[in-house]
C-alpha cells in the first residue's frame, strides 16, 4: 500500500482538499488528482456504484497519485473489508452515530488482535501478493484513514463520547442529515444546527482528530479553515459537471 499523503497532512496540521464522486467514470477521479487535489471520496451511499466500479476508480486514484476514501452506509464489516481489499486507503461511515459504531468500523479496518478484518493475501491492496502480508499488516495500520460523518443530533451531541474511544481519525458534521434531524430540513444556518456543528468542529480538535468540512462554494473554505477544519470536501463530480454546463449554457444563449 503506497503511503496516505493526505492523511499524513491531515495529521500535521496541513490543509487538504478533495470531492465526492458520484459517477462510474475514472476519468473523474484521474481528473481530481492532475488538478491537484489530496483525496477523492468514492460514495456508495448515494451513488449508483458497484464494488466493480469502486475497483476502477480506486485504480485511478492510485494512477493519480490521489487517496482513495469510500463513503459505506454502514458499519458492516464485511463490505468493509472488501473495500479495503480493493486499495482503498480509507472509510468514510455514513451515519457514525455512537462510540460503539466507532469501535465497529476501527475493528472492521484494523487486522487482529487490534481488530476483525479478515485475512487474505491475494488481493489488490496486498499486490496480488507481491507485498509480504505482514508489511501489509503494519501498512494498513498506518495509512488506512477512519473517517465518520456526524448527521444526526444524537450524534452531534454525544460526539465527546464517540471520539473519545479513539477509533476515528476524522469527523465531519452534515448539516443537510443535521437539518432534517432537527425538524428544519434545509435550513442550514438554523440556531439547532449552527450550535451541532461547531460543537462538532469544536470536540474534534479538542481530541486531536481532524476536523472536516463540506463545501458546496470554494469561498466557503477559508471560514471552516479558520475556525480548525483541515479536510475540505468541495462538492460532487455530478454537480461540478452540470452547474458548469448550465453556466456556459446560460452564457452562450445570452
Known amino acids: 500500500m503506497r503511503p496516505n499523503h493526505a492523511k499524513r497532512r491531515a495529521h500535521e496540521g496541513r490543509a487538504v482538499f478533495g470531492s465526492f464522486v458520484f459517477c462510474r467514470e475514472p476519468a473523474h477521479v484521474e481528473i481530481l488528482g492532475l488538478a491537484g487535489y489530496d483525496f477523492v471520496i ?3 451511499e448515494h451513488a449508483a456504484l458497484d464494488m466493480a466500479d469502486v475497483e476502477r476508480l480506486v485504480i485511478a486514484a492510485d494512477a493519480a497519485a490521489i487517496t482513495p476514501i469510500v463513503r459505506v452506509a454502514k458499519a458492516d464489516p464485511q463490505l468493509i473489508g472488501r473495500v479495503l481489499d480493493l486499495g482503498a486507503q480509507g472509510i468514510l461511515l455514513a451515519h457514525l452515530g455512537s462510540r ?24 489488490r491492496a496486498t499486490g496480488y501478493s507481491a507485498t509480504p502480508f505482514d508489511l501489509h499488516v503494519k501498512q494498513t495500520a498506518e495509512e488506512v484513514w477512519v473517517l465518520g460523518l456526524i448527521e444526526d443530533a444524537a450524534a452531534a451531541d454525544a460526539i465527546e463520547d464517540i471520539l473519545a474511544g479513539g477509533y476515528v481519525d476524522a469527523v465531519m458534521p452534515g448539516p ?14 438554523h440556531p439547532e444546527v449552527t450550535k451541532r456543528v461547531d460543537r462538532v ?7 486531536s482528530v481532524t ?44
Not at 468500523?105 to 476483525?116: K, L, N
Not at 462554494?217 to 475556525?227: F, L, N, S
Request: glycine share 8%; with cysteine; hydrophobic share 45%.
Open 201 to 207: 468542529i469544536e470536540a474534534a480538535g479538542k481530541a
Open 42 to 44: 468514492i460514495d456508495t
Open 211 to 254: 476536523a472536516a468540512m463540506y463545501v458546496s462554494d470554494p469561498a466557503e473554505a477559508e471560514q471552516w479553515m479558520a475556525r480548525g477544519a483541515r479536510m475540505i470536501i468541495y462538492s460532487v463530480d455530478a454537480k461540478i459537471l452540470y452547474q458548469a454546463y448550465r453556466r456556459a449554457l446560460e452564457q452562450m444563449r445570452k
Open 176 to 189: 443537510g442529515d443535521l437539518s432534517t434531524s432537527l425538524g428544519v430540513p434545509g435550513q442550514f444556518t
Open 100 to 123: 460503539e459504531d466507532a469501535e465497529r468500523i476501527g475493528q472492521a479496518v484494523r487486522y487482529a488482535s487490534a481488530g476483525i478484518r479478515g485475512a487474505c493475501s491475494a488481493v
